[in-house]
């Protein structure tokens, strides 16, 4: 199991799509015993969808956006 925390306020950007869409955690939740994520389209806040933690974290599907520099964690 993955030991990478996945916390509200991150972005995650698509691996290996065209559009290579970004996505900003909302909340975690744990559904099943399960962490999953509560993310939302950084360019749609109408698109939105609950993710696994584990598929988050997975560098194949997920690759984590690093915060622009001086910026504050959420």
């Known amino acids: 199991?993955?030991?990478k925390q996945v916390q509200v306020g991150q972005v995650f950007q698509t691996v290996g799509a065209t559009?290579?869409?970004c996505w900003r955690v909302k909340?975690?939740?744990v559904?099943?015993?399960i962490p999953h994520a509560q993310v939302v389209s950084t360019?749609?806040?109408g698109d939105?969808?609950?993710l696994s933690c584990l598929v988050l974290t997975d560098t194949?599907?997920?690759r984590l956006v690093p915060p622009?520099?001086?910026?504050?964690?959420?």
């Open 27 to 29: 909340a975690t939740v």
């Open 31 to 33: 559904l099943f015993g």
């Open 60 to 62: 194949n599907f997920y």
């Open 68 to 74: 622009p520099p001086g910026s504050v964690a959420a």
């Open 1 to 3: 199991m993955s030991k």
């Open 48 to 50: 939105y969808k609950t």
């Open 19 to 21: 559009n290579g869409r």
């Open 43 to 45: 360019e749609d806040e």
